[in-house]
Structure formats: C-alpha cells, structure tokens
C-alpha cells in the first residue's frame, strides 16, 4: 500500500503544479472515457448497424452469390495458412529461425492472440451482430482452413525441388488469390461489389501493384539515363503535387472526357489506378531514402566482385535499402487503406463510408441522428485493421534485424 | 629473413640482384607481368592524384605499397579494378586493357579480388551466402558446388563455425577474413589489398595478417596497401613508396628499410617507425 502512494507521491504528485496537472488530466480523462462508455452502452443506438451489417460488410453484392464470398475467404484462409507454413519451414531450413520458437502449443496460441486480438475481436463482434449461423460457419471453416494449411505447408517447404519445381509452386501459389479474384468477378462484376470489402479489395490490389512500380521509380530517379531520370522524377513530382482527392475525382469525371465512354474502365478499376499510381510516387521517394542510406562501400564490392549493374541493383543494394525504410513503407500502405474511404465521396463507390452515410437516409433511420453511430463502427473497423498492419510491421521489422549491421 | 621471402625471390630465378629498382616496371619473380599501369594519370576535380604512375606487377609477385595518406596509394589500386577511372595512361591486367568496354571491366574484376579498409561485407547475408553470391550470380556455379567452395575457403581462412552466422555477429577480424574468402571465391589471378587492417583492434590485426602470408605462400599475386611495416618486412618482393601521386623509391625490403635513398622515404619512415 505505501509503495502505491509512494509511487503516486513521486510519479503524479511530485510538485504543486504537477498535482493540479494530475487532477486536471484526471478529470478531462474520466469525462471523455464517461462520454465514450456512455454513448457505447447507453445512448447509442446501434440498431442501424446490426440492420445493415450486410450493407456495410459487402454492399449490394447479390445473395445469391454470397456463397462465392464464403468459399473465396476459407480458401485465403488456407492459402494464408499454406504460405506461412512454407516460408516458416524455409526459414528454420536456411538456419534463420529456430524451429522451436513455432512448435504448437499454448505458448503458440497465446502468442497468435496476442498479435491478433483486436481483429479477432472485430470479427466476434461482427458475428455476434449477424446473428446468424451462415457466418459463423465460414469463420470457423477458415480457422480449420488456415490451420490445414499452415500445417501442410512446412511439408511442401521442406522439399527439395529443383529449379522448374519450385517455379511450378510459386506460379500456383501466386495464382490462387488471382483464380479466386476471377472467380466471384465472373458472378458479380466489379461494381457491384461494396462495403468494407471493396475497401480491403482496393487497398489489397493497390498495394501489390504500386510496390513494383515505386521501387521501378525509385531506381529511374537515380539513374545515369537522362531521360528516365527526367521522366521518373517529373511523374513523382506531378502526383505528389496534387491532393489524392483530386486525382480521384480527375478520373471519375474527366477521363471521361478524354477517352471514348466504351473504353473507360469501371469505377473501381479507375479507383485502384489512381490509388496505385498515388502510392508508388510516395513509395518510390521512400525507397529512394532507402537507397541513398545503403553506403557506398556495397556498391564498390558488389562491382568489385565482377557483378553486373543490375544484380549489384537487386541482390546487394535494393534487399538492404528496402529493409532501411519498412516503417516509412507500412505508414505510407496504411494511409493508402485508409484512403479508400475517399473512393465513395469521389467516385461513388459504394465502400464502407458511404454506406455509413447513406443508411442514415434509410425511411427506418432517417432523421435520428444516427451519423455518429455508423461513423464510430466504420472508424474501428479501420483502426482495427491498420493497428494490427503497424503492430506486425514492427515485429517483422524486429525479425529482420533492422540496424544489425 | 623469413621463409616465405627466401621462396620468393629463388623460385623467381630471374629475379634481378640489384637491391634498388630504377624504377617500379622492374618486376621480381618470373619476369611474367601480370599488371602493368602505364603513365596513368588521375585526377579528382582540379586535383591530381595520380601523376604518371609506372609499375608492373610480376605473376605471383607480391608487392606492398605504403606512403602518407593522401599519396594516392589507394588510388592507384581503385583504379586498377575500374573502381576509380584513370584519366591518362593504360592498365592491362593479364593481357586485358581497361578500357571503356563494360565487357573488358567486368573481365578484369572477375580476375581481380579486392579487400576493402571496411570490410563491405554485405550485412543482409550470411557469411556463407556472402561467398557464394558471386560464384554462383557471375560464375554461373551450382548452388552446392558454391557452398562446398564457400566451405572450403572458411576453413582456410580458418573460421568454418561462422557460416551461417551474419557479418553483424562477426568480429572485425572475422569479418574481414570472410571478406578474403569472398574475393577467393571467384578464384581471381590477382588481390589487391586496401588498407586491409587499418579499421582493426590492434588484438586481431594478426588473424588477418597471417591469412595474408599464408595466401602470399601460395603464389597469389598480390597489391597491398598497408602501414604494417612489418608483414611488408617479411612477405613483400618490391615495397613501393609513393607520396604526392607520385613513386618516389622502389626497392627490395631490405633495401628499403636499411638504406632508404630518397630523403622523403626517410622522412616517412623515421615517422612511422617511431
């Protein structure tokens, strides 16, 4: 008991002005956390959102087809799970990890929910709303799922393949999301789909597309070609000078004007454009600090040693500057996803914050006030994700061993 | 005098009496010229770090290059593997001039090892994968021949144990041993030295040092900037002095450390031996 108050004493009430700033911050704290728990169990009226939940998970996509959504998420589930297990196996193989540290047991789990908690959570959350068991089966196949997988995938890590082999396996692999992509698209075009979902869609595509153009910019800005290095450099510039927004609304509205209405894309093939190219000019300026950090003396063996310009560029400097800037690099991926939200107020996409909008205007809903409460649920659906994207970003950063030189 | 120096010059059989060189193009050993620079000038901006540099290098000829920092010691082995561009003369290393051709550079450097002051191994490798890298990119080597290879190299340079650990958890001295190991693995006629012990704790100059003389033993043919008088003492066929850009002496060791001819050679050797 004394070593509390004597921790009070010295932490919180060391002078008089420290006490009156404690007593100060205590009562705005407790007000604010009064507010929140208040409008979260008392005040708020989350009815609209166990009504719509459909709308704000997968927007209009068509019921009929909803199985396709079901079977598209326990197979990223397995293929997530495959995929961990294989780089897993591949590294204790090349000595990099110890094998022990992923053996299976409460050590294991406890680990995996300490990392995945918040999302775990959401999506509990989200089944409790539903109500139904249809998600509840999915959730559960998708656990079972990952687990096979991940269970499988040290077995195909630990083959010895030869060259064509593992060609084979990365082809098929990489083939999979693509397949499954086809696969619901074929069903439901790509404007059709919404919701949260088009959010995660967007920001999945714009990610995988804009990191090979970004690290592509990045070594055109420092090439010895003039003419790439002018073109690289003036593209950068452009895009960064202009506000995302605009960029969004240019392509809803005036490639219109431009190209012939046959040959415009759908709305949120434009929106994954402007999102890619909007990203890589950010991430090409990220790894360009990256490559600047790498010294000199890399380059210098790597030329020493007889390797040709563009091995020196990819196996000796772009591995090490790309490993310089992973928390620049994640920030500037969750602030694409975040983005996404502007797709719907730009081009009408019918992503999580319109939706949230425009439920408020349903005949049910309209009128009550209930803008704060969708908000508040598509806010922490966001931060849920991005917090576990900067969580993990700082583990794999730790796992890489940034800063062992 | 050591063993290494008696084999050096006796196995030579040519090699002149003279103790002092007229000049640096007089090689030791066979008469076999591995390198030649020729009237090679550098110059970096308005400076000029090099001025009409003459030297030849015999096959298995080891020759050490010491003098003040600044004297374009350095230089002149950078430019040697196009790491720096001469800006007059010629260079041919066993029969190829550096020229502009990217193909002749990349000729060169695949027969040429280098040794940096700082190591310049690369951090996000292991050890092991830092000696097979190229092997296997530039040689086209199968990946377990290169491993075999890289295996083999650890245990001459004497540290096997550390294959699979990363530059990072190496010692300054381990590290610039692997970083030998490195150079040998692309089997090149000739090494060149930078300063190779200069960023060591004084404890692990000599795990390096004696990689270096057991290499010399060998018969690799080696350029070496050094301030360590002692290893040019003892495994060095010519020690070449240069200050200002320039080569002021060229001697045998024992001509070089008993009877300095040039008041600068004596100047800097009063100063380094104190």
Not at chain 1, 81 to 95: D, P, Y
Not at chain 1, 128 to 135: E, F, I, N
Not at chain 1, 322 to 339: E, H, M, T
Not at chain 2, 234 to 244: C, G, I, L, Q, T
Request: charged share 20%.
């Amino acid at each position: 008991m004394s070593g509390a108050v004597t921790w009070l004493r010295r932490n919180l009430f060391r002078s008089p002005v420290d006490a009156v700033v404690t007593v100060i911050a205590a009562v705005v704290a407790g007000w604010v956390l009064w507010r929140t728990l208040n409008f979260v169990f008392v005040t708020g009226r989350w009815e609209i959102i166990r009504v719509n939940l459909r709308l704000m998970l997968i927007g209009r996509f068509p019921e009929a087809h909803e199985l396709r959504i079901a079977v598209t998420v326990v197979s990223l589930s397995a293929w997530g799970g495959l995929l961990a297990g294989i780089v897993r196996a591949r590294q204790v193989k090349a000595g990099r990890v110890d094998a022990g540290d992923t053996k299976f047991g409460v050590r294991r789990v406890a680990d995996l929910a300490e990392r995945f908690w918040i999302p775990l959570l959401l999506v509990v959350l989200l089944l409790a709303l539903a109500g139904t068991v249809g998600p509840v089966i999915v959730a559960v196949l998708s656990v079972v799922a990952a687990v096979i997988g991940r269970l499988i995938g040290p077995v195909i890590g630990r083959l010895e393949l030869p060259a064509i082999g593992r060609t084979v396996l990365v082809t098929v692999l990489l083939a999979i999301p693509v397949i499954l992509y086809f696969y619901v698209v074929t069903a439901v075009g790509f404007d059709d789909w919404g919701g949260f979902m088009l959010n995660l869609f967007l920001a999945a595509c714009s990610i995988i597309l804009c990191y090979p153009i970004g690290v592509l910019l990045a070594l055109g800005r420092r090439s010895t070609l003039p003419l790439v290095r002018v073109v690289c450099t003036v593209f950068i510039e452009i895009i960064r000078g202009a506000p995302l927004f605009v960029l969004l609304l240019f392509a809803n509205v005036a490639l219109g004007f431009f190209v012939p209405e046959s040959l415009v894309p759908s709305t949120s093939t434009r929106a994954i454009v402007v999102f890619t190219l909007f990203t890589a000019a950010y991430m090409a300026e990220i790894i360009r600090g990256g490559l600047q950090s790498v010294p000199s003396g890399q380059f210098e063996a790597a030329k020493a040693l007889g390797l040709s310009p563009v091995r020196q560029t990819f196996l000796i400097v772009l591995p090490q500057a790309i490993r310089n800037v992973i928390p620049a690099q994640i920030g500037q991926l969750i602030s694409l996803f975040k983005d996404t939200a502007l797709a719907g107020v730009a081009m009408g996409s019918f992503e999580l914050l319109r939706v949230s909008q425009a439920i408020t205007q349903q005949d049910d809903f309209a009128g009550q006030g209930l803008i704060g409460e969708t908000l508040a649920f598509g806010a922490v659906m966001f931060w849920a994700i991005s917090y576990t994207m900067s969580r993990e970003s700082q583990r794999f950063e730790t796992r890489l061993g940034v800063g062992v030189r | 005098m050591s063993d290494a120096m008696t084999d050096g010059t006796t196995d030579g059989g040519g090699a002149p009496d003279a103790t002092v060189f007229a000049d640096a193009t007089q090689v030791a050993g066979t008469g076999d010229v591995m390198i030649e620079v020729e009237s090679v000038d550098k110059f970096f901006d308005d400076f000029q770090a090099l001025k009409d540099i003459d030297v030849k290098v015999g096959r298995q000829e080891v020759v050490v290059v010491i003098g003040p920092s600044g004297s374009g010691k350095s230089t002149l082995i950078r430019c040697i593997n196009r790491l720096e561009e001469h800006d007059a003369g010629r260079i041919v290393v066993d029969g190829v001039e550096l020229s502009n051709d990217v193909r002749n550079i990349q000729e060169i450097r695949r027969e040429t090892g280098m040794v940096f002051q700082q190591f310049n191994l690369f951090p996000h490798l292991s050890v092991l994968d830092n000696i097979t890298l190229a092997p296997r990119n530039v040689r086209k080597m199968p990946k377990a021949e290169a491993e075999k290879l890289g295996m083999e190299l650890l245990e001459r340079v004497r540290i096997p144990e550390q294959a699979k650990k990363y530059p990072g958890q190496l010692s300054g001295g381990q590290q610039q041993r692997v970083a030998i190991a490195r150079s040998l693995a692309m089997k090149p006629k000739v090494m060149l030295f930078d300063e190779p012990t200069s960023a060591l704790d004084p404890e692990m100059i000599n795990e390096v040092l004696d990689t270096m003389k057991d290499l010399a033993r060998e018969g690799m043919t080696m350029i070496v900037v050094t301030h360590e008088m002692g290893f040019a003492r003892e495994v060095a066929d010519r020690v070449v002095f240069m200050a200002d850009g320039q080569i002021v002496e060229v001697g045998t060791p024992e001509h070089f450390f008993t009877n300095p001819q040039e008041d600068r050679t004596k100047l800097f050797l009063s100063q380094i031996l104190d």
